[in-house]
């Protein structure tokens, strides 16, 4: 438990920032998986347009120190080599 008024503070604000990384990588796993669904369903345009939504969301993870900058390429790259094999 906290004992200085330091840590009480450095305590609330960890909570404050977990959430708000919570929030922010559900996001962006909502994001792949919307770009997912649409190239199971082969619907290429729905894709093309889901993963361009989804690279903004990708990148600003990995600049918040949310994921590594490499896993962001990881999943870019994937998904538009999904979308290029349909």
């Known amino acids: 438990m ?14 404050i920032h977990r959430q ?4 922010q ?11 997912l669904a649409s190239i199971e369903a082969g619907d290429r345009d ?3 347009q889901a993963y ?4 903004p969301v990708i990148d600003r993870a990995a600049g918040k120190g949310l994921i590594h900058a490499n896993k962001a390429a ?10 290029t094999k349909m």
Do not use: C, G, P, Y
Request: proline residues 0%.
């Open 52 to 55: 361009d939504q989804a690279v």
């Open 25 to 35: 990588r559900s996001n962006m796993r909502t994001t792949i998986k919307k770009v």
């Open 74 to 83: 990881r999943h870019k790259s994937r998904l538009n080599q999904h979308i």
């Open 46 to 48: 729905a894709a093309r």
């Open 2 to 15: 906290a004992n200085s008024a330091q840590a009480i503070k450095r305590a609330r604000q960890a909570e």
């Open 20 to 23: 708000r990384n919570a929030s």
